[in-house]
């Protein structure tokens, strides 16, 4: 019967299937976590970084995966469904307690990471925002969060971002929020070209009162021909670990 003998793996094998079968977002999306460093940095990515950023996810938490899998931006259910059977029910080894909670750790982090995570489209570019808590200001009196900014041209036309407006709300009412202007030039000192296919990413963060609240705004691009537009986002949940 291979790895099924044991009846703690059946119950921990229904509950990741109940996981995977309860999610929103189809087909699934391996994200990522926030990457502290790139506060106040900005730079291109390729296909190959976003694949290795996925490679460490999954071998952080002992996920089996194919290069297909690795290679792609979401997995379909189905395929999420077979990869989960064939780590329970492979007849080569006994599956350890270990292996068993860190794919419960994996969704659960994934559940998590969603929680923290916006994507919207607007005119063909995908803004993709996510955000963490990292600690307290150096005289504790401020929640610190870090956030990055992915900008994606899913169209044919050549853009350029010129301007960002931000708006930062604290979770507590009394606490004013925090606002950068529509028009504030670029993104930490840059003003990125987006051709077609072109994926550019930066980072930032904010300090709050509370433990908690959101970011949301937009950011002023234009085409070649001078025509302007936004591309929304959020709002983003800035959310205590």
Not at 123 to 144: A, K, L, P, W, Y
Request: glycine share 8%; with cysteine; hydrophobic share 35%.
């Amino acid at each position: 019967m291979g790895r099924f003998d044991s009846a703690l793996t059946k119950q921990t094998y229904r509950h990741v299937l109940r996981a995977i079968r309860s999610r929103e977002d189809r087909p699934f999306e391996i994200l990522s976590e926030v990457s502290p460093h790139l506060w106040g940095n900005g730079s291109y990515l390729d296909v190959a970084v976003l694949k290795e950023r996925r490679r460490k996810m999954l071998d952080k938490y002992e996920i089996p995966y194919t290069e297909s899998v690795l290679s792609a931006r979401s997995i379909e259910k189905d395929e999420l469904l077979n990869l989960t059977r064939s780590l329970f029910r492979s007849e080569n080894e006994n599956i350890s307690p270990a292996s068993m909670f860190s794919t419960l750790r994996f969704f659960e982090e994934q559940k998590i990471l969603k929680q923290r995570q916006s994507v919207k489209t607007t005119r063909n570019i995908r803004c993709t925002v996510r955000t963490d808590f990292i600690g307290m200001s150096e005289d504790d009196q401020h929640h610190v969060f870090a956030y990055n900014v992915v900008l994606e041209n899913l169209g044919h036309e050549q853009v350029k971002l010129h301007g960002r407006h931000l708006i930062f709300e604290d979770s507590n009412p009394d606490v004013s929020h925090i606002e950068v202007p529509r028009g504030s030039p670029g993104v930490v000192g840059l003003t990125p070209l987006l051709g077609p296919g072109t994926i550019f990413e930066y980072g930032s963060g904010a300090h709050l009162q509370s433990d908690s609240g959101f970011v949301s705004g937009s950011f002023q691009l234009a085409t070649d021909s001078g025509e302007t537009f936004d591309v929304f986002m959020g709002p983003v949940s800035l959310l205590p670990n």
